[in-house]
């Protein structure tokens, strides 16, 4: 269970970033401005503690893309971070914007090619502390392989291969559990981030315009009463032109199923002040988390 002296209240900011196009250099230029103008803050909050980009910012969208913006990132999920040798461009773009606004960020994702095998590359979010220093990272483990004809195609497993571990990290205000979008449909990973203490969720994503309408808030929702967390998924905005159509509407969920923030379809910037007393609200006054009968069914936390 979540130690509830470790979650301390913090501001939260998604970027729902716009113009993302063919020109890495360029999308790299405009996600660290969005960076620089998002930690600024707004009237309504302070300074934001943790910065969020949403899936795949450095590239357009679309498993032929992501082989040939990959990067190499030179370490893996669980290694020692110190070891990174040459940060990639987007890596080394993360890191000096989070050092240079001293906020955490959790970098949405990017096509990453393995160090070790040149055919394998993943969809990978990684993770910066205010020093800059690359503290985290996560594959995205379900490929978004679906057909629903008449409507939307999409096989990522043509060309990426799907991560194989479940991560987190700690900060000075609360423990954050990381997905990649499809992942959350896998409510397993939700359960065990949240028992390994996890008190906020972050999924940068991209959901369409088949299954956003339908499925982004109600997963957010669900991901989050289940579990008694806070649920956040940041998305890029909605470009017409662009060969695939994000649905947008970046999203911040308390632990009760509460909306608390929700960008439109544009470039924005959402923020929420997450408040620790609405979690330990929540779980005092429907205890499921004490509820549960591991002796009528198991624990998938338990491995
Ligand atoms: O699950 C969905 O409907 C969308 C998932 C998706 O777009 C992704 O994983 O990139």
Known sequence: MPNASSFKPFTLALIQLGSIGPNKAENLRHAREMILKAALGSVATKKPDLIVLPECFNSPYGHVHFPVYAEKIGFSPGA?????VSPSDSVKMLSSAAKEVRAWVIGGSIPERDIADDTKVYNTCT????????????????????????????????TLTGGTSLNYFD???????????????FPEMAIIAARKGC?????????NMTTGPLHWELLQRSRAVDNQVFMSMCSPARDLSA??????HSMVVDPMGRVLGEAGEGEEIVYSDIEPSALESARAGIPVTKQRRFDVYSDVSAQ
């Open 171 to 185: 900060t000075d205000f609360a423990r954050i559990g990381l997905g990649i979008c499809y992942d959350i449909r």
């Open 80 to 84: 020692d971070y110190d070891v990174v």
């Open 127 to 158: 993770v910066y502390n205010p020093d800059g220093e690359l503290v985290a990272m996560h594959r995205k483990v379900h490929l978004f392989d679906i057909d629903i004809p008449g409507k939307i195609k999409f096989k990522e497993s043509e």
């Open 243 to 248: 060969g695939y159509h994000a649905w947008g």
């Open 199 to 207: 008190h906020v969720l972050v999924y940068p994503g991209a959901f």
